[in-house]
């Protein structure tokens, strides 16, 4: 049968995995008859959905490109890749939008392939590539900085793909190789979930598993970066946080109401009262990376995410012509003015209907017995605290809530703490020692956790 996975949009901060039993089929060769995606689930949004309005309604029809396939310079010699493009018809008739993955062998597992589970990742932003967590480490190649500044990549030492398919995806149309026409692009979550959604209609036979992070859930803020302690550090002074903590009720009003309402000018509200506010403090305070607390920031401030190396290389001619993506064609790591869910006002309502559309219809697959979850946090990360996690897998209301909320965090030696409900179907694991990006902090430790997970492995 064909995967049927459900536009999942969870507010996790951290690794939000999805672990499904699917016959899956991946077309190899060059270019694929048009396929035809089968109904698409349309959830409640603030305003209707107009047939005309190609951005807010489904594809009706997609197919597959190969771009390139050879092998890697900067991998193993024997890491080859497949690279190539999706190209959606929207709902009037067009192909104006094309989703560029790097799909099978560039990612492809060192042992048994055929057999090996695949890990989709997806990039968080809103609006970040999928290529950054690859090439942070969990491909085949790592990206680091040479003698002179720059990027440059080498072979990854803790790469997933010794024990996994690693596919990688420039989601949503408009970030990173993928393009499209500006009018089509999607606006929310949500609707950008229906691109991906053709594709892998069409893709593998094996384990899948979802891999995303930052916004790739949605996140939001804790009162533990307020607190100091074992676990907590303190990234604001006692005067910001005591106002941080007074508006707390109207905040937490602001998003019921959001929720109960589902309109425009409640979702505006509730970011007013809540996200604004946060992020002008940030800029009062800009000692400490808000990513990881363990970096203190020169007056300069903080390069918090490193992106300029990761730039260099993946726009690089080199990778262009590697993967068959025109020389002309600009790598975006994040696609702040091309895709309008960045974009935030009250006409548009895109980011603050983005951030507070309630996410329990997009969780539905936790209720099914095939689908799992697991979810790691940084204990250095003040933008998504440990504390936000743990909150939202508590609330969220699926098989393993009762189970969850009744298990003990116990001490994960060489780790951190970890919690686990009906035998480690719905875990998480706090990690020491790491910030936001865990996969750079800690990658030995990553590749471990994730072929545990993979392989149905106790973690310890």
Known sequence: MLLSLPRILVTSVALFSVVVEADIFLPYNANQPDLEPRSQVIFNSSSPLNASDVRGTPNIASRMEVTSNGTLYCGRPEDSFESGYVHLTNSAGEEDKHLFLVVDRLFKARHDPKNAPVVMTLGGGPGASGMLFPFSGAGPCSITVNATGGGEAIPSLYSWTEHANLLAIDHPVGVGFSYGDQASLRNSSLTAAWDTDDFLQAFWKNTFMINSGSYGG????????????????????????????????????????????????????????????LGGIWDDFPQRDPYDYRTKCPLEGCDSLAFGPIIDVLDSNIVKDMIGVSRERNYKVLAVDEISTLLYTMETCTMACDYLASTKVYTSSLAFDSSTEYSYNGMEDGVCPWRSSLAWMRLLETKYQTAFREAPEVEYPGVGTIRQARGGNYTFVKVREAGHMVIRSRPELLQHLMFKWITNEPFF
């Not at 970066?225 to 602001?254: R, W, Y």
Request: hydrophobic share 30%; net charge negative; with cysteine.
């Open 218 to 277: 949605h996140l939001w803020m804790h009162e533990s970066i307020c607190k100091d302690g074992p676990e907590s550090h303190m990234f604001f002074n006692s005067t910001a946080c005591a106002h941080l903590v007074d508006q707390l009720p109207e905040c937490l009003d602001s998003i019921q109401y959001a929720y109960q309402q589902q309109t425009s000018p409640s979702r505006v509200d509730a970011m007013n009262k809540c996200s604004y506010p």
